[in-house]
């Protein structure tokens, strides 16, 4: 590749020889090292670094409630936790593979993040003693908050608005955009099929922390439920890679299980929802009022009175900032929908079988020995 046509590819890709433009990597062919800009690295370490540091914070306040693992905050770390495993994942791959899907994904889901960061700390202030560890521990982590998304939104919309040149996906399938589609495609795919198993998590958690008579099962669901995650998606992203027909009806087949679960989850969360809101009640008081009526010389018996309230309906404010079931009912439908879409680009995956994608993106060793066999 000649200097001149290296420099076509402005912003996106450098003028570098040809082995440092595209590398074999565990996903598939990925940029070179040193095709990456200065400012994606810069916006790579600001991820980075504020997923290590919340993520410190967090694990000091589940030392702090070790002992209380029952505690619907104990569950939120958790799920805070796993999260930013995710975002980290979804950062990495969209640098090295520049994927526009996996960065909008990392910005839109760390603004969220943010939010509740903040809005938390509001909540959390007016109840607790701001010289206790814990209220330490909040506005710390607000400040860092505060401070990595000044660094940070700017970058993401950088990198955004370089990744919409699509230049990578022009090096390895030319400049017409339906050679480029399957990649688009299979991109598409891989980010819906992760954000699937990060929801999918979280709901096996939260569910676990919804109390209710069947907590036995729902221990049971966790056990099962998150090494099955695991494997869907990894049958997911194997069957586009290998193009295999046995993966595929292995892959729908465990996508059935997952619409019972949420169904089952609603259920949990409906009759629990109910726990937050005290049934109205009608309480009878009887009292004896004494009255001193004298008539011909005699007094009037004590009068007893029977006096019964109207009833009341008192809404319960639960101690945390959102409930266990509200916070059930938004995973489940952001789960079932990213569930839906998971299936029906996976359907597009498949009917772009044997249109290159396999020969061209999907060529290291781990995938050519499969291949093979």
Request: with cysteine.
């Amino acid at each position: 590749m000649d200097t001149g046509e290296a420099s076509g590819f402005g912003g996106g890709l450098r003028g570098v020889n040809e082995a440092a433009i595209e590398e074999s990597g565990l996903l598939g062919t990925r940029r070179g090292c040193i095709n990456i800009n200065r400012y994606e690295i810069i916006f790579l370490c600001v991820g980075i670094l504020a997923a290590i540091t919340t993520d410190s914070l967090t694990i000091v306040r589940l030392v702090e409630i070790i002992n209380d693992t029952r505690n619907a905050d104990f569950a939120y770390a958790i799920l805070l936790l796993v999260n930013s495993v995710f975002l980290l994942l979804f950062l990495i791959t969209g640098i090295l593979y520049q994927r526009i899907t996996d960065i909008v994904v990392f910005f839109i889901t760390a603004v969220m993040l943010t939010i509740y960061v903040i809005v938390h700390f509001i909540a959390r202030m007016k109840t607790i003693d701001r010289h206790d560890t814990y209220a330490k521990i909040l506005l710390t982590r607000l400040i860092i908050t505060i401070i990595f998304n000044i660094c940070f939104v700017p970058l993401a919309i950088l990198v955004i608005q370089d990744y919409r040149r699509d230049e990578f996906s022009k090096r390895l399938f030319g400049a017409f955009p339906a050679e480029r589609r399957p990649l688009k495609i299979y991109n598409i795919f891989d980010c819906l099929i992760r954000i699937n198993t990060m929801l999918s998590i979280s709901i096996f958690i939260l569910n676990l922390y919804n109390f209710n008579s069947f907590e036995w099962l729902d221990r049971i669901f966790l056990a099962i439920g998150i090494p099955l995650t695991f494997l869907w998606l990894a049958i997911g992203s194997a069957m586009v890679r290998l193009e295999n027909h046995i993966l595929v009806g292995i892959f729908y087949l465990i996508s059935l299980f997952q619409p019972g679960f949420l169904c089952y989850c609603i259920y949990n969360a409906v009759i629990n929802t109910s726990t937050y809101v005290t049934s109205a009640t009608i309480i009878t008081t009887t009292f004896t009022v004494p009255t001193a009526m004298t008539t011909n010389s005699s007094v009037i018996p004590s009068t007893l009175f029977t006096s019964s309230m109207f009833p009341m309906n008192t809404t319960a404010v639960p101690n945390n900032l959102v409930s266990v079931p509200d916070a059930l009912y938004v995973c489940i439908g952001t789960n079932f929908l990213s569930h839906i879409l998971s299936l029906i680009f996976a359907f597009l995956c498949i009917h772009n079988f044997g249109k290159g994608l396999k020969e061209r993106v999907f060529n290291n060793r781990i995938d050519k020995w499969f291949q093979r066999h």
